[in-house]
Structure formats: structure tokens, C-alpha cells
């Protein structure tokens, strides 16, 4: 990768991560839906664990 998409990279950090935790929360707020008594802290663990299967498939692709 060229500096200059290192850089531009670089600006998009904090949204990227700000995408992610909103993310989480939206199907932590979806899982309580079916789950009244939800664990959101193991909650949280799942859903961003399939979010990181979910950047694998989509890095293969």
C-alpha cells in the first residue's frame, strides 16, 4: 500500500471504530428483542465475533 493510502486510512480510524460500536449495539438492542434477560457483555463478545468472521469473508472475497 502507497503512503498516501496509509494516510488516508489513518483519517477514517476513529469512524471506523465509532461504525463498529454502534454496530454492537444495534444487535446487542436486536438480541434482546428475542432475549429478554440478555447478557450483554457475552452478548457483545458474539456479535463481535461474527463481525470479525463477517471481515474475513469479505477479505477473501
Do not use: F, N, T
Amino acid at each position: 500500500m502507497a503512503d498516501l493510502e496509509h494516510v488516508e486510512i489513518a483519517r477514517y480510524r476513529k469512524e471506523l471504530e465509532d461504525d463498529v460500536r454502534h454496530l454492537a449495539k444495534k444487535y446487542c438492542r436486536i438480541m434482546s428483542w428475542e432475549v429478554p434477560e440478555l447478557d450483554e457483555a457475552a452478548a457483545r463478545g458474539l456479535i463481535l465475533q461474527a463481525l470479525r468472521h463477517a471481515l474475513d469473508q469479505v477479505e477473501q472475497e
